[in-house]
């Protein structure tokens, strides 16, 4: 009996290493292969940490560059036509402190079928580096353009974008934006010459100062890799009674055509503060800056300085 005993024992003892051979023989080879992938899962999430880094660095170090605020060393002191067009707009110190401003608006374009598309976008302005963020989300998706210092890039496009605006090219829609909102900034760039006509012109039954803008070669622009195209010519009208320039008229954008954006109701973005067009529209003109044809109407429903 103690034999019998003896011998099961041994068995289930002969059962048990077999099972624990048969275990190892399984899980050996299930780890070796989970190993690797493990080490690749890991060396992924690593990879992604850093590129997630990166881009965060990489967008705080280009948002940090745009919301530069004025050179001071740089500015010269301007002519009495441009301090009175900078105080009509809310004054130096108001334009000094604003690096950054944020504009949500609506936007329509009007076809030349007498139709309009109509949209929301959102404008994000950096008055001292001459730069501006247009984004938009349409039905095929987001699209997000950029001018900075005559250098258009689109940032963001799933096929929308392309499409807007029909009548007029992408970057020159953003410059006329960007040059109607942040005229101040652009009458102390010393990259930008200006000379102001002595005598005045009535334009829709109102009295201008034509102020005419040229662009200095910049050195060394001719080394750069993919170099800003030149700034369009333009014609700013200074209006004689209250000083504000609230119309630009541009001489080089749709072939023989002629384009102007003007600024309507100007509105203080804070107490104190600059004074912005709440309302701009682009029209075709003649070569006097007589309107002709309404082509787009923005309407900014919330203007905000973020920086």
């Avoid at 009495?80 to 401003?101: H, M």
């Avoid at 170099?227 to 023989?256: C, E, T």
Wanted: charged residues 25%; contains cysteine; hydrophobic residues 40%.
């Amino acid at each position: 009996m103690r034999t019998q005993n003896s011998k099961v024992r041994t068995q289930k003892s002969e059962i048990r290493n077999q099972k624990s051979e048969v275990r190892s023989q399984i899980i050996c080879p299930l780890s070796s292969v989970l190993c690797p992938l493990s080490s690749v899962l890991m060396l992924v999430i690593v990879a992604a940490f850093i590129f997630t880094g990166c881009q965060r660095k990489y967008k705080e170090d280009v948002v940090e560059v745009l919301t530069s605020g004025p050179d001071l060393e740089t500015i010269s002191v301007p002519p009495d036509y441009v301090v009175r067009a900078i105080e009509a707009a809310g004054g130096w110190n108001a334009w000094a402190a604003t690096k950054e401003l944020q504009l949500d608006c609506v936007v329509t374009f009007y076809q030349p079928d007498g139709s309009f598309y109509l949209t929301e976008q959102h404008h994000v302005v950096y008055p001292w580096s001459n730069s501006i963020q247009i984004s938009a989300r349409e039905p095929q998706g987001m699209f997000a353009w950029q001018l900075s210092k005559g250098k258009f890039d689109v940032l963001q496009d799933s096929g929308q974008g392309h499409a807007l605006p029909v009548v007029i090219g992408s970057s020159h829609f953003v410059e006329m934006i960007l040059s109607i909102i942040t005229m101040p900034a652009r009458f102390l760039d010393e990259s930008v010459g200006f000379s102001k006509e002595a005598t005045a012109l009535k334009i829709q039954g109102q009295w201008y100062y034509p102020i005419t803008k040229r662009s200095r070669p910049v050195v060394g622009a001719e080394l750069e890799l993919e170099p800003a195209r030149p700034l369009s010519k333009a014609v700013f009208y200074q209006d004689r009674d209250s000083s504000l320039v609230d119309m630009i008229l541009f001489d080089n954008m749709s072939g023989d055509d002629f384009l102007a954006v003007r600024g309507y109701d100007y509105t203080e973005v804070e107490k104190e503060g600059i004074r912005v067009p709440a309302r701009i529209e682009i029209f075709r003109t003649d070569s006097s800056g007589n309107l002709k044809k309404r082509l787009v109407e923005i309407d900014c429903h919330t203007l905000r300085r973020t920086k």
